[in-house]
Every structure is written in structure tokens, then in C-alpha cells.
């Protein structure tokens, strides 16, 4: 069975940055779309970042211009680089992996905190 550890979360002031990793386990990540999710209390999980396996990207709205998802294959791993940290950033930030393809199968990490705040 596919496991993804979050790693990386924690405090930081507004304007700060923090770098989100997650290693891979038990799959073949290099043919995985990868990618970030985030919830807030007292709202729906929502999507951030996506990579593809072929190092396509797509960002929300909100953060475009200010984080950045990228892969190590090598490592298994998957980072989110997140810059110019907002207060509404604060959130439990959740790595998600998916094959794609013929199958729907979707694993999720346990999350990690990043909370944002001076």
C-alpha cells in the first residue's frame, strides 16, 4: 500500500517561507501525479499545487507567484516551497498522490501544520 509522510510544517511570520516535504513509499512515484491540499478550520479541503509525472504544474489562484511544487524521483519526494506566507495560508497542508489512468485510486498523507501568524 502507497504511504505519504508530510514533513516540514510549523510557525512562521507573515512574509516568511517554509518548504513542505513528502516522501513516498510502497508505489511507483515517478508515473504518479502528485500534489497539495490544504484545509482551514471550518472549511473544505481545497486543492493548492499539482506536478504531473512529466513535471507539469498547476497552482490555485491564491498562491500563484508565491509556491512552488516540485519533484525528486531519485528521493521519492515532493516539495512545496511556499513564500511571501499570508495569515490566510494557515491551514493543515495534506500530500496527495494519484496513478492516474485506468485507476481512481487517490492516497493522502496525514498532513503537516503550517501555521502563519506574528
Known amino acids: 500500500q502507497v504511504q505519504l509522510v508530510e514533513s516540514g510544517g510549523g510557525l512562521v511570520q507573515p512574509g516568511g517561507s517554509l518548504r513542505l516535504s513528502c516522501v513516498a513509499s510502497?508505489?511507483?512515484?515517478?508515473?504518479?501525479?502528485m500534489g497539495w491540499h490544504r484545509q482551514a478550520p471550518g472549511k473544505e479541503r481545497e486543492l493548492v499545487a499539482r506536478?504531473?509525472?512529466?513535471?507539469?504544474?498547476n497552482y490555485a489562484d491564491s498562491v500563484k507567484g508565491r509556491f512552488t511544487i516540485s519533484r525528486d524521483n531519485a528521493k521519492n519526494t515532493v516539495y512545496l516551497q511556499m513564500s511571501n506566507l499570508k495569515p490566510e495560508d494557515t491551514a493543515v497542508y495534506y500530500c496527495?498522490?494519484?496513478?492516474?489512468?485506468?485507476?481512481?485510486?487517490?492516497?493522502w498523507g496525514q498532513g503537516t501544520q503550517v501555521t502563519v501568524s506574528s
Open positions: 496527495n498522490g494519484a496513478p492516474g489512468g485506468s485507476s481512481t485510486l487517490t492516497y
Open positions: 510502497g508505489g511507483i512515484f515517478s508515473i504518479y501525479r
Open positions: 506536478i504531473s509525472s512529466g513535471g507539469i504544474t
